[in-house]
């Protein structure tokens, strides 16, 4: 394997934000990232790729590993360190085709430019990977300045598109998909299968990142907001759930499963969160994960807490049923390590995982490719964060493809379970504009 060093040239700046960033590098568009995590102590923006690295078989989360140690064996650390960021796709045995196209199983880049701001500091770097001239860096670092200066004019007020057409492809089969999986978990299959689908829409103008991107800030304050440009490809969204963040050796997750919608009035809100902390169907889900995570936290962890229960996480359309754990890491343990036992989680795939995703590729009339996967960060020292790519769109050029699913279990009604996607298609739909046809 190639052997790489890094390079890195890091500047702090002020009066610029990483959305500014992110809009200035349109030069580079089709290489762009995004990252807010939900307490919005850590936002990063990406532009250009110094480092690409795929994987496009089953052991992708170790193959990235592996090649991500190749990579920065040689660096030594920096104060800001190179960050790898991307995500797998959900099931690399689905061989069903998408709006995806040839799509790699796992896709992590290092940023060419990157911004982070962080605990009320912003740093800007430029990174190169190989042999390099001091004139080189220098021409770098120059249009790291030039980047920063523009974005420093950047005025993020893009309206939101013009939907021309809205349809719901294999809605049919969707909800026939329902009433064969509950079917074969009356048979004692499984015990929950996780279903999800498509909406497709399409719009007057070619959708913009920037914009998309603006209105999830605005609109999900309490979510993880992601984005991530493949070539033609922008995958966005604004997620509840933390799949495993890694802090000096310390493991957190985050347990989401069970929902209801959001009151209209606050003492409605509290009603509806109240039968849902008190619903057996939604806890029995929910304890599906928790039993899950805990299970994989006591193999990586010296030691792991849970709570006795859960509590309830709400964002502005949906509220869920929560319980974080966390853990002090075993010597040796990694984040892509820990992404890989706990991908996906019964909120996710199903439980028995092996026998869920097996009836999902059976009967889901739908490739996910990244929906529901890790999508996240990491660097050189081994911290970083995964969410789950939740409440979340596929776009290229005009055209929109969202993604929602939800827990299937021996008394799941198809119609009931259409409606709670249409619940969870709200966020992405809002933010570009649309509306649900009920």
Not at 36 to 42: E, Q
Not at 171 to 180: H, M, P, R, V, W
Not at 195 to 206: D, G, H, K, M
Request: glycine content about 8%; aromatic content about 8%; some cysteine.
């Amino acid at each position: 394997m190639q052997q790489h060093s890094f390079h890195v040239t890091t500047i702090e700046v002020e009066g610029v934000t990483p959305l500014q960033f992110f809009m200035a590098g349109e030069a580079y568009k089709g290489t762009r990232y995004f990252w807010r995590d939900h307490d919005t102590t850590n936002t990063i923006a990406g532009v250009g790729h110094a480092l690409r690295l795929t994987a496009s078989t089953t052991a992708r989360f170790t193959d990235i590993e592996q090649q991500w140690q190749q990579a920065t064996q040689h660096h030594t650390a920096t104060a800001q360190p190179p960050l790898l960021f991307g995500g797998v796709t959900f099931d690399p045995s689905n061989d069903k085709v998408s709006e995806w196209g040839d799509f790699p199983q796992a896709l992590f880049v290092v940023a060419k430019f990157q911004l982070v701001q962080k605990s009320g500091k912003t740093y800007a770097s430029a990174h190169c990977v190989g042999d390099v001239t001091a004139e080189h860096m220098h021409a770098l670092r120059k249009e790291l300045q030039a980047l920063i200066k523009t974005a420093k004019t950047m005025h993020v007020t893009a309206e939101k598109p013009k939907m021309l057409t809205y349809s719901e492809p294999q809605k049919e089969a969707y909800l026939q998909s329902i009433a064969n999986v509950t079917a074969r978990i009356q048979q004692g299959e499984a015990d929950k299968v996780v279903i999800a689908r498509t909406l497709a829409l399409e719009f007057e103008q070619e959708l913009q990142p920037v914009q998309l991107l603006k209105d999830l800030l605005t609109e999900q304050p309490t979510s993880y907001v992601f984005g991530f440009e493949a070539e033609d490809l922008f995958f966005t969204g604004a997620t509840p759930e933390r799949l495993v963040m890694v802090k000096s050796h310390h493991a957190y997750s985050s347990c989401v499963a069970g929902s209801i919608k959001r009151g209209s009035t606050s003492e409605e809100d509290v009603r509806l969160g109240e039968s849902l902390l008190q619903d057996e169907k939604n806890g029995g889900e929910h304890q599906y994960v928790v039993d899950m995570i805990a299970e994989n936290f006591a193999k990586s962890c010296e030691t792991y807490t849970v709570p006795e229960g859960p509590s309830l996480l709400k964002s502005r359309d949906i509220q869920h049923l929560y319980t974080p754990i966390e853990g002090a890491l075993k010597e040796g343990t990694t984040i892509l390590q820990l992404a890989k036992d706990l991908h996906p989680t019964p909120a996710l795939g199903g439980v028995p995982r092996e026998k869920a995703l097996e009836i999902i590729r059976e009967y889901e009339p739908m490739n996910r490719e990244m929906y529901a996967s890790p999508i996240g960060w990491l660097d050189i020292a081994g911290d970083g964060e995964f969410a789950v790519a939740l409440r979340c769109a596929m776009t290229k050029g005009n055209k929109a493809y969202l993604y929602a699913g939800g827990g299937i279990v021996a008394d799941s009604e198809p119609q009931a379970e259409y409606e709670e996607t249409l619940v969870k298609f709200r966020p992405m739909l809002r933010a570009l504009g649309g509306e649900i046809y009920e």
